[in-house]
């Protein structure tokens, strides 16, 4: 069961994107919160295995979603 | 009461152990006795009951704060134990301890590097699992480490130590005293403890091996006096007593220098009396009984499970001014009304506030008194005093009645009420009611409401509270009232809707019938319509323009029936169709969907009980009775009914030798076995549902089975075939029946009959009769679902719970973010679409109507506008 396909090409990984610091900051500031309130990906996901990412990295998610259309969500990564 | 109380603000709240010397500054008193009271009765001084530590016989003043029973809050003492013992609930701590430092120096059993190594680790452990995980995991790397059999800063060799449950150490199986546990502990520094994950400062280690014993108050373990005068003391009292005494015994026998074995002995009784003390529940040891032989209730017992402090006392609530019992239906109340026995509302009452307008009008009830209903049942002084009205003190009652009083006055009608049914598992089990005060001993209410609280009336019981305030009244009725509820949080569809023979009744009323305008005249008034003035001037009028009158002159709707047949509404006038449980129904109903969004919940209330009450005074005109001919089905279609069923078995045969000769080709993923068994459960259940369609073809028309069916009050066809023609396979776990005897289900088949009727298939129906084995088959899946049910109930309830604790705080902030209690972060856009379900239409916002409406009903082709940037969405 060895597969040399991309674990980031799968249909059923939706996309992830690193946000530079600049949307990272834009991001938080229109949320009002601190890194601490973003949900958590560890740095180690499979889906992450590709992208070069440290903790402290917000990472942008979209994936069809059932009641919109498309669904737009992130996640900070963290070690461990 | 009193206006001296001091406010202060909690900064922190901090937790540790309890030392010595604290222990002994804030007790009251030393006890050194084990007996309780003197011959008088009175408590002995130094005893455990000693009245420094607070009262609880009347009269008695307590010696350290003077004051009597129920104002004295009690006060600890403490005890003086002859020998150290352990704190049963600190054993994980004082092991990882004794496992981690040195026996020798105190020091941490790991290079300092190798801890700084670890650093960051720790740093996560500690946010996530909190001290324990911290502790566990440095043990961890000290037991990993080789230096662990020597230190490595004195180099003293260290020994295995190991727990003996539940409080026994060893050392390289030589066993360690509590003194020698203690002085090890004493060794280790602050510094050091606090890389442990311990803060010295508050809980010092050597803390929790006990050399004093906390004694708590009198108050939280009160004696009672049974009726023969014989007092009976708490089981912590007992308890006490136990380590009292045991502690008297080791002292003497000490001093007495008795052999070492004799000490060891009443030492570790000692150990066991303490641990028993604080935990009766400790898996290695027999739990402390009373003299009959049940387990005594101690500190833990008294905290933890369902009936302990937390969940019973603390989390589970109690109330007053409520009532609970069986509910039965009344078609007559509305359906934001709740019928009260008389009975109840003598009890439950509503202060009243008496001021110099109400004075007269509240005196009457105070006049009545508690018997006679209208009346009360206590006044309050305005400085907070409670009286109650006997027929002693009504009279004077009434002269002292002035206002500033409170008169709590009898339950009346239209007065608030909070009516529920557990279990409550979503917000619609709880809502407001207006009171009707009736005849009889049950709880009333309208059917259409049964719905949301999944009531019926086959001795169901529901509760009744009363709001004692004007906020919360004013809060049950503007948040609670049942026609702010039609509407469901999770569907945005209502949830309250016609049932049985309202939409029966509905359904033969919108058919093609006619009356003359008398009859229609009296079916309307029978339906509490007085207005007539919007039926047509003729003589005689149609089904359709009697349940037009209910509906708004302005209403255009169009939409659905069951059947599929279009429902044309247009400007309060039924056109085309007829009104079934697709669109008066609870859950379906667009139609009761679109009035609440136009008319508001007050209307669509008010429409609701008169369509209901419409469809049942056209019941009452008309008759609806289940005929036994009804299930008469014609000659044809019996004969065609019975090919169908003879065609489906012929075809299981012939899989039958298809799946024995091995020719049939298997399924994916399925072994042969299983794909036949599969194929033939499909067989069968598409002859069964063939069988159906023949029966609703050939139904007779109009008749009451067909009427009920139609508009989707009860049954289905499938049940009407049951009875009439083909009650169909009996499933068991997703298949035929199998099991049973060796190779067949029962002994009146061949072994290994795999023909329909032989594996659960029933050919005939209920009115012609079972054969015996039916029987069997339809018993099989009966006790199969009931099971199912039994089980399945608590399971879901568990997870539910679960669910609904985790998620409680969750709520959606202005910036359409889910957040928790914390500030963070569930969900970035509430549903990932912004809608709030409750304000769509099945989650789904209706954009046509909306620019239909804002043009004025002229559609644009443009559609496909983003249903959130709509302004009108909401
Ligand atoms: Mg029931
Ligand atoms: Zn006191
Ligand atoms: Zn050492």
Not at chain 2, 331 to 342: H, K, Q, T, W
Request: hydrophobic share 35%; proline share 5%.
């Amino acid at each position: 069961m060895t597969s040399t396909k991309k674990t980031s090409k799968h249909e059923l990984i939706p996309v992830h994107e690193k946000l530079s610091d600049t949307e990272k900051e834009k991001l938080l500031s229109a949320l009002g919160i601190s890194f601490r309130e973003i949900p958590k990906i560890r740095k180690n996901d499979p889906a992450l295995a590709e992208m070069d990412v440290k903790a402290g990295d917000i990472i942008k998610i979209s994936r069809k979603s059932v009641t919109a259309k498309n669904t737009v969500f992130y996640r900070g990564v963290t070690d461990v | 009461m009193d206006n001296q109380a001091i406010y202060k603000k909690i900064g922190s709240i901090g937790f540790g152990l309890l030392d010595p010397i604290t222990n002994k500054k804030m007790s009251a008193a030393k006890i050194v006795t084990p007996e309780l009271y003197d011959r008088e009765g009175y408590p002995v001084d130094g005893g455990l009951m000693d009245i420094r530590m607070g009262v609880i016989d009347p009269g008695l003043r307590c010696k350290t704060c003077g004051q009597k029973i129920k104002e004295c809050p009690g006060h600890f003492g403490y005890m003086e134990l002859a020998r150290p013992v352990i704190h049963i609930k600190f054993v994980t701590l004082i092991l990882s301890l004794l496992r981690g430092t040195c026996k020798n120096c105190g020091k941490i059993l790991i290079p300092p590097e190798k801890i700084a190594e670890h650093a960051a680790e720790l740093k996560v452990l500690e946010e996530e699992g909190g001290d324990e995980e911290r502790r566990k995991f440095i043990t961890d790397i000290i037991y990993a480490s080789k230096i662990a059999t020597k230190c490595p800063h004195c180099k003293a060799k260290q020994q295995k130590i190991t727990l003996e449950k539940p409080y026994t150490f060893l050392e390289d199986d030589k066993r360690i005293s509590p003194i020698e546990i203690r002085s090890r502990l004493e060794k280790i520094s602050n510094e050091e403890l606090a890389i442990m994950g311990v803060k010295g400062e508050s809980a010092r280690p050597e803390w929790a091996i006990l050399t004093i014993l906390a004694i708590p108050p009198v108050t939280m373990r009160p004696s009672i006096t049974l009726e023969t005068g014989e007092r009976s003391e708490d089981d912590l009292t007992h308890k006490l007593g136990d380590i009292v005494r045991i502690n008297q015994r080791l002292f003497e026998n000490i001093n007495a220098g008795a052999p070492e074995i004799i000490i060891e002995d009443l030492w570790d009784l000692l150990q066991y009396h303490v641990t028993t003390f604080f935990d009766n529940e400790i898996a290695q040891l027999p739990p402390a009984r009373h003299r009959n032989g049940q387990p005594l209730k101690t500190i833990t017992e008294r905290i933890k499970s369902k009936e302990g402090r937390i969940r019973h006392n603390l989390a589970g609530k109690r109330t007053n001014f409520s009532a609970r019992t069986v509910i039965s239906p009344d078609p007559m109340l509305s359906i934001n009304e709740v019928g009260v026995p008389e009975l109840i509302a003598r009890k439950l009452t509503v202060p009243e506030r008496v001021t110099e307008w109400n004075l007269e009008y509240l005196k009457e009830f105070v006049k009545k008194g508690p018997e006679n209903y209208p009346g009360s049942n206590y006044i309050i002084r305005p400085d907070g005093k409670k009286k109650k009205i006997t027929s002693e003190t009504q009279e004077s009652c009434v002269e002292e009645l002035q206002p500033g009083y409170v008169v709590e006055r009898h339950l009346m009608d239209g007065d608030i009420a909070i009516f529920n049914r557990q279990p409550s598992l979503h917000r619609m089990s709880m809502m407001c009611h207006k009171v009707r005060i009736l005849p009889g001993k049950t709880l009333r209410l309208n059917v259409a409401v049964c719905a949301p609280y999944n009531a019926d009336f086959d001795g169901d019981e529901m509760n009744l509270h009363i709001p004692q305030t004007e906020e919360a009244r004013a809060e049950a009725e503007q948040l609670m009232l049942v026609q702010t509820q039609i509407i469901s949080p999770r569907d945005g569809l209502a949830v309250i809707g016609g049932t049985q023979d309202a939409l029966s009744g509905n359904y033969l009323l919108t058919g093609e019938t006619e009356f003359t305008r008398r009859k229609a005249i009296e079916i309307l008034s029978s339906a509490g319509i007085s207005e007539f003035s919007r039926l047509p001037k003729k003589e005689k009028i149609t089904g359709k323009e009697i349940f037009s009158i209910l509906i708004p002159e302005d209403f255009s709707f169009r939409g659905e029936t069951k059947d599929g047949h279009p429902l044309i509404i247009k400007k309060g006038v039924l056109m085309e169709g007829r009104m079934d449980s697709a669109n008066l129904g609870e859950g379906a109903g667009l139609f009761l969907r679109s009035i609440h969004k136009q008319y508001g919940p007050e209307f669509t209330a008010d429409v609701l009980s008169k369509i209901f009450k419409l469809g049942i005074a056209v019941l009452m005109q008309h008759g609806q009775s289940a005929v036994l001919s009804d299930l008469d089905l014609p000659h044809k279609t019996k004969e065609s009914i019975k090919k169908i069923i003879e065609e489906a078995e012929e075809k299981i045969d012939d899989l039958i030798v298809e799946y024995k000769k091995e020719t049939m080709d298997t399924l994916p993923g399925r072994t042969l076995k299983e794909t036949f068994e599969t194929k033939c459960l499909e067989t069968l259940n598409k002859a069964r549902n063939k069988v159906v369609n023949a029966v609703s073809d050939s139904s007779v028309e109009g008749s009451h089975f067909e009427n009920m069916v139609r508009s989707g009050g009860a049954g289905k066809f499938l049940h009407l075939t049951q009875m009439a023609a083909c009650v169909g396979q009996q499933a068991l776990r997703g298949g035929r029946i199998s099991s049973g005897y060796k190779d067949r289900t029962l002994s009146a088949f061949k072994k290994g009959d795999l023909r329909a009727a032989a594996r659960g298939f029933i050919a005939g129906g209920f009115k012609d009769g079972l054969k015996p084995a039916d029987f069997f088959f339809m018993g099989i899946t009966g006790r199969d679902g009931l099971m199912d049910t039994a089980l399945r109930t608590p399971k879901s309830g568990y997870l539910y719970r679960r669910l609904a604790n985790a998620m409680q705080d969750l709520r959606v902030e202005y910036d359409e973010t889910v957040r928790d209690s914390g500030g963070k972060i569930i969900q970035f856009q509430y549903g990932e679409d912004g809608v709030d379900v409750s304000k769509s239409e099945k989650g789904k916002i209706n954009v046509k109507r909306i620019v239909e409406n804002a043009t004025g009903g002229k559609t644009q082709s443009r559609q496909s506008r983003d249903v959130r940037n709509s302004p009108e969405a909401n």
